[in-house]
């Protein structure tokens, strides 16, 4: 059957109310989040919540296969906090998030969240540009310490985040990606019409092939997430 654009916007809607929502206390805190960020001036480009669903299966996943210690995690692009509290919560009480946000009113926001969701104690904000921040925690918590990387911040920069960032992930980690089908721009626009088209187009030609290291898909949720396991 063909995906028509009406069929796709109706499956999208479908997607949303099915595997968004999941009752309390999830979406006690989550529900009015965004609604809070934008009038607080953030930009409303957090994640929908049938991909926060996704990625708190995904933590979950990735802090059920470690083998010793408490899980952990990592998020490039923090934002409100939406998306860090999906993964916070797969990776259960004994998990650890770090997530790097740039924008210093954008981590006032977030950690004031985190606070009021109870889980100051589960995430730690790191302020600083992405591939700042990525060679400290190298140096601080050694190769493959984490369990998940999460990209959602600077799309130009996605394959300098991914290679750093594959040096964190222990073998069999996790490194999802969103945006990589679309945001101000889509993926199938003509090469050359956005920089952040062509250059999320070459990270996804580049995570797909074997030299990058890791096992890729893409899921077609929203706007695109990418899914790789570290081989």
Known sequence: MDMTPQRWL??????????????????GRLAGLMDRAVAAGLPSIAVS???????????????????????????????????????????????RLITIEAEASHAAFARTEFAAAGMADRVELRLGKGLEVLPRLHAEFGPGSFDLVFLDAIKS?????????????RPGGLLVADNCLG?????????????????????????????????????????????????
């Open 49 to 95: 919540a049938d991909v926060g669903r996704l990625l708190m299966v995904l933590a979950s996943v990735a802090a059920g296969s470690r083998t010793e210690g408490g899980p952990r995690a990592l998020e490039i692009g923090t934002l409100g906090g939406f998306s860090g509290l999906w993964i916070a919560r797969g990776l259960g009480p004994a998990g």
């Open 10 to 27: 109706e499956t999208s809607d479908y997607l949303r109310s099915v595997f968004g929502p999941l009752g309390e206390p999830i979406d």
């Open 157 to 169: 920069e996605y394959r300098a985040y991914a290679e750093q960032a594959a040096g964190l992930l």
């Open 183 to 231: 945001a101000s721009w889509w993926i199938t626009d003509a090469p050359g019409s956005d920089p952040g088209r062509d250059a999320v187009d070459a990270f996804n030609r580049w995570i797909s092939t074997p030299a990058s290291g890791f096992l890729a898909c893409c899921v077609a949720n929203r706007e695109g997430l990418v899914v790789a396991r570290k081989c």
